[in-house]
């Protein structure tokens, strides 16, 4: 396929808007030991996370979508052929395509002022030169890491003068450890028991391998202590964690200012060090009030604070102007580009949306590897598993409309059972698991959340695949101009005979389809009436225990009450629309011609 071919004409200038998928209900649930065999490495071999384990007491009962599934597949005539498994490989040619030079972010030229100079030093090669204490030596040492990365070199030693940081590098490069290591290397010679550093994260993911990879690089540090608090986990535990005054919480800003407030052992009065992770995701996702809450809660005249981002926007650099102060900023590598040992493959879907479950099916069973799919809403995730599961191909979905539990099991999942992961940009920043292929079922609203989504492979100096399914709009061609100009492009082949055949199959199975999704509603419904009655009960039997409990306080109680109306929440598009139409009610329109001449009129 020519490359004209691919791109036809492509218009970069598209609006788009960033949709998130963040309706994640709240769940009680137990974790004790989270993911005690995880391995953070940089080297060649990685290991990775092995287990999402949480506690088994009091786990709610869950709909058992699989075996719904293979009840439905039992049931169906035999009739079809399998035919994945005795079809020679087929060898894939790929045209290769022109590799351009990368596009250069637009910069405030008056923005360096605000800055510090970076330090000078060379480059470090080793993490004996970074003059690290022999404790965290020797956990770096148990990890397997060989050396360095570029932005752990640059940052580490400028942490430890205690300077601010805002710092920017490609995903997968290392940026965890780059602001773990100095900061735990700070809290050796802790002199006293209270929380002395927080690092925010935009997902209850992020943060439980943030927690992993902190133990491990601390394990031989005595008496250094750790504690989390995000959404979606026992509440009443986190309190109990959090009362023993770890020295690093890792935290969503959501449950970290609910912690602030409603935990009278919790206090932020002693942190010293603030990490802010994933900045760009954080205020995507709508985190700029909550980033602010807790700004002002933490004292800044003896706050070191450390920002770390992949893409910086104006939004983040607002950020940093109010929170850090005379910072020194480390970009690492050139902005919106891909990671170098990336292959990009393009399969142009032109006027086939129909068949992209169907092509879909035909590249998993020919891929040999750890697998991820992106999707643009979670409806789809799931029908997809749906579909997969009925052609019998068994996956794991992660998505907003999972509890906090559902998603550690589907990960744990993945991790040890299956090798395909189904799900929305939930997962497309900061997890750092060990991926071959990357597919991108449905593209990307913008460029940015497509590096995002293949930076989940390549990384740590590793090759990896992406595949994109390219539709006919400007967007789509928009975003594929920028990443043939940014990395190593190729256009995939495929057998279009082989997918129209695999989507009869499909078209087959689609009252099945239905049928399987039925049941799903209707055993949830079940579950939810159980749950119910459950809930009825403890309220009477523990009626005075609970009502003697504190009413917890929420910052945004106030906003939230103007935004309801005849006590019906207002949704998301209507609370925008809303604060849009504050916003131009403050703006002050243009005078015309007649008002211009009606006041003059007056003054005579």
């Known amino acids: ?68 599934i293979e009840r439905k597949r039992g049931h169906l005539p035999e009739k079809e052929e399998e035919n994945s498994e005795e079809e020679a490989d087929e060898d894939e040619e790929h045209d290769e395509m022109e590799q351009g030079g990368s596009d250069e972010e637009e910069e405030d030229p008056d923005a360096d002022e605000f800055y510090e100079s970076a330090p000078t030093n060379e480059t470090s090669t080793t993490f004996q030169e970074l003059q690290l204490s022999r404790p965290i030596l020797k956990s770096i040492q148990s990890l397997s890491f060989t050396s360095p990365t570029p932005i752990q070199s640059s940052t580490i030693p400028i942490a430890l003068l205690g300077k601010d940081i805002v710092a920017g590098a490609q995903t997968g490069s ?50 250094l202590s750790f504690g989390l608090a995000v959404g979606g986990l026992n509440l009443r535990q986190q309190e109990q964690q959090l009362k023993s005054r770890p020295d690093i919480v890792i935290a969503t800003p959501g449950r970290l200012i609910d912690h602030i407030r409603n935990s ?31 700004l002002s809660l933490i004292p800044k ?8 981002s992949a893409t910086m926007n104006t939004k983040v650099q607002d950020l940093v102007q109010l ?39 035909q590249l998993l069973r020919k891929l040999d590897g750890r697998i991820v799919v992106f999707v643009s809403r ?9 579909i997969l599961g009925l052609l019998g191909l068994k996956v794991a979905e992660l998505h907003g409309a999972l509890t906090q539990e559902q998603r550690l099991a589907n990960m744990k999942l993945f991790m040890n059972d299956v090798n395909v992961l189904v799900c929305t940009d939930l997962a497309a920043r900061g997890l750092d698991i060990r991926i071959e292929y990357v597919v991108n079922f449905d593209m990307p609203k913008t460029y940015e959340i497509y590096l995002h989504r293949v930076g989940r492979t390549a990384r740590a100096g590793r090759k990896g695949t992406s595949i994109t399914f390219v539709g006919e709009s400007n967007q789509d061609r928009a975003i594929v101009k920028a990443a ?46 159980e749950m119910q009655l459950n809930k009825a009960s403890n309220l009477i039997k523990y009626e005075k225990d609970i009502h003697s409990r504190p009413k917890r306080t929420w910052f945004k109680s106030d ?25 131009n009610e403050k703006r002050s329109y243009k005078k015309t011609k007649a008002d211009r001449s009606k006041k003059s009129g007056k003054r005579k």
């Open 301 to 308: 005249q003896k706050r070191q604070t450390l920002l770390f």
């Open 1 to 68: 396929m020519a490359k004209e071919d691919l791109l036809l004409t492509i218009d970069s200038d598209v609006e788009v808007e960033n949709d998130s998928d963040s309706s994640v209900e709240d769940v009680k649930k137990e974790i004790s030991d989270i993911n005690p065999n995880f391995e953070f490495s940089i080297g060649d071999e990685v290991d990775e996370i092995k287990d999402w384990d949480v506690e088994n007491d009091e786990i709610a009962k869950d709909v058992n979508l699989d075996e719904i």
């Open 559 to 583: 906003v939230m009450g103007q935004l309801t109306k005849h006590g019906k929440k207002v949704n998301s598009k209507k609370r925008k629309a809303n604060e849009e139409k504050k916003d």
């Open 174 to 223: 290392g940026k965890t450890a780059a602001y773990l290591i100095p900061l735990i290397e700070r809290l050796i010679f802790k002199n006293a028991t209270s929380t002395k550093a927080i690092i925010l994260t935009p997902t209850r993911e992020l943060a439980i391998q943030v927690y992993d990879v902190g133990k491990k690089l601390g394990q031989f540090v005595k008496n």
């Open 264 to 294: 009278p052992s919790f206090s932020v009065e002693d942190v010293q060090v603030l990490v802010i992770d994933e900045a760009d995701r954080m205020l995507e996702e709508g985190f700029q009030e909550e980033l602010t809450e807790i």
């Open 378 to 386: 979670k409806e789809m995730a799931h029908k997809l598993r749906v």
């Open 323 to 361: 929170s850090l102060n005379k910072p020194v900023r480390v970009m690492i590598d050139p902005p919106k580009t891909v990671a170098s040992r990336l292959e990009q493959q393009f399969v142009r879907i032109r006027k086939r949306e129909n068949l992209k479950p169907a092509l879909l099916f």
């Open 484 to 529: 043939i100009n940014n990395g190593r492009s190729v256009a995939r082949k495929v057998d279009w005979n082989d997918v129209e055949a695999i989507n009869k199959r499909i078209e087959e199975k689609e009252s099945v389809i239905d049928e399987v999704l039925q049941e799903e509603k209707e055993a949830k419904e079940i579950l939810r009436a």
